[in-house]
């Protein structure tokens, strides 16, 4: 015979959150069972600046471990009781157990995972019964700490750095553009690896681009979805001028009709460096691409401005 599970109000069990903390204490192994942690020399009621810890553990290498029970919904005050009493003692982990873990607080304990600043568990408790048995707990991990976290964590990061970067760049090139032309002038600085503004017809726009260690000026042609047809046309009559436009700029360009996409560009690629060089080398770069960019919408001007209205 096969018993049914029956789930109890863990009110009926553990009158109080303190029972339910001190039953912890003497059976910390159904924790790390579940946490796959090895915890030791538990202690309840740990003070933490003014406030109490519910239990404070040991890892296998001496750490801190902070343990904090919700026997309810989790909600954003034992939350920030969590991050308050992990700091204040200095411990390396958090462990917060609840009886019904919010979606929201699921997502913040990823998202500290993430950060790597320290490692956190979130964990459902509930309680058990089959037919006239025992109440039993159930610990149920619904997220802790994992390499693939870390990675998304280190990704993330990665691209916030790349972000600020560039929008530091953006920020010290229009700046300096702004002494020599006013092609970009009411432009604002952005996160994005590009910043162009429209060279007076539909779908072409004179665009700055940076990667992390080059950088390039361009005319980019994009007429839009349905219009490609319209964009290698408007490359094609473009290019039968080439020679005299290369004359004008003073060295070769690079001409991009782009086969298969929609878009085409002419470009002047730079080689000084990007936005991940050292930072002294960006007046350099900057002025590179500046000079590129003068030189690029001078030589195209004439042209372009033949081009049939919008486009």
């Not at 015979?1 to 003497?26: A, P, S, Y």
Request: net charge negative; proline share 3%.
């Amino acid at each position: 015979m096969i018993g049914k599970i029956q789930r109890l109000n863990l009110r009926e069990v553990w009158k109080h959150e303190g029972n339910f903390t001190t039953w912890l204490e003497e059976n910390i192994d159904i924790l790390n069972e579940v946490a796959d942690l090895n915890l030791t020399a538990a202690e309840r009621e740990k003070a933490a600046g003014a406030f109490s810890v519910d239990l404070v553990a040991e890892d296998d290498d001496g750490n801190l471990v902070v343990v904090e029970n919700q026997m309810e919904k989790s909600d954003h005050d034992h939350l920030g009781k969590v991050i308050t009493y992990l700091t204040a003692i200095d411990a390396k982990a958090a462990i917060w157990i609840v009886a019904d873990p919010r979606p929201e607080h699921v997502t913040a304990i990823t998202w500290l995972n993430e950060s790597r600043l320290a490692a956190f568990y979130l964990l459902k408790l509930e309680s058990i019964q089959i037919g006239e048995s025992p109440a039993a707990p159930l610990l149920t991990l619904i997220v802790g700490p994992s390499e693939e976290g870390h990675e998304v964590g280190d990704t993330k990061k990665k691209l916030a750095e790349r972000h600020v970067l560039r929008r530091k760049f953006w920020t010290t090139l229009l700046g300096r553009a702004k002494t020599k032309t006013k092609l970009h002038a009411g432009l604002s600085p952005t996160d994005y690896s590009w910043i162009g503004t429209g060279a007076g017809k539909g779908g072409l726009a004179y665009n700055y681009v940076i990667t992390q260690h080059e950088s390039k000026v361009e005319l980019y042609i994009d007429r839009g979805k349905d219009s490609e047809e319209e964009s290698k046309a408007i490359f094609d009559t473009l290019a039968k001028h080439s020679q005299e436009i290369e004359k004008v700029f003073g060295v070769p360009l690079s001409w991009e009709r782009l086969e298969g996409k929609r878009a085409c560009r002419i470009a002047k690629h730079i080689t000084l460096g990007g936005y991940r060089d050292d930072e002294t080398k960006w007046p350099e770069i900057q002025d590179a691409m500046i000079d590129a960019m003068v030189r690029l919408e001078n030589a195209l001007r004439p042209f372009v401005a033949k081009l049939k209205a919008g486009g």
